[in-house]
């Protein structure tokens, strides 16, 4: 598959993941509604490991990839399931814009790369004025808004931290096979966790949709995609698809789930994605200027 299709499809999985988590727990918990659709997910890879004669291997590198793309794996989306009970669907998105930024932290720290120029400490600290103006917003709902913001925030940086040591693995492994020998190690544990909290009597149309919508394309297709893009791209350009995702994730939130989104909300997304950009791209502005004005002749 082309390397700017996969990217694409990741960029519209994203876009729809946030709004299908909500509807996943609606009556039936997040903790079950994020199990059945790993289970169901996993199911379906190893499926498609079969049809597709690939290999599964299991040792001691593959075990390690496995665990490194796992256990974070549990935790970011135990995180983001349990947020999604108090913040619109659309919030979820805005604040894994974030991404980037914390995954640019981690490979500085672990993989020793390019340190910040003061183009990514401008980026850095418009995205985290926009970060405090959600973060105001929350403080003024009734709920614990405010408490699911800082979860989100928590798990869009352990989803950064397990993309970069991950990176750092370098595995050899088919992304198909990544993604199922993760969730061979992720699954177990939120079916524990699921059963600790209970059962649902039963499962509404609407979050059985939801669900399996998130088992197929957000498990089996988005994240053999996601490590496909992982192997072939650096850490931060995979990143950069949460840079699109949270205007429409919004505009769907909005559309399909009647969230309201205040002016503030507005103002916080837009200055993470304006210090998202200038982070990733600002030293690109000095050459495109000389660029320019050789062009023009402008003195």
Known sequence: MPIASAYLAVILI????????????????????????????????????????????????????????????????????????FIPSGWISVIFGLTPLFTSVFARLILGEQSFAAAKSIGMMLAMLGLVAVFFES????????????????????????????????????PISVTAGSLLVATPLFVINSLLQGLPAEIPDQALAAIVYLAIMGSAIGFPLYYFCLDRLKAEQVALITLVTPVIALILGAAFNAETISMQVWTGSLLIMLGLSIFEYGRLLPLAWHHLRDKTGAP
């Open 14 to 85: 994203w876009s729809t993941t946030p709004l299908a988590i909500q509807w996943s727990g609606t009556q039936v918990g997040p903790a079950f509604g994020l199990a059945l659709r790993m289970v169901i997910g996993l199911s379906l890879l190893l499926l498609v490991l079969r049809l597709l004669c690939l290999e599964l291997p299991f040792n001691k590198t593959a075990r390690r990839v496995y665990l490194t793309g796992g256990l974070p794996l549990f935790i970011a989306m135990s995180s983001v399931y349990w947020s999604a009970q």
């Open 139 to 174: 403080l003024s709902l009734a709920n614990l808004a405010w408490a699911g913001l800082l979860g989100v925030c928590f798990s869009s940086m352990t989803h950064s931290l397990g993309a970069v040591l991950l990176k750092r693995l370098k595995p050899s492994i088919h």
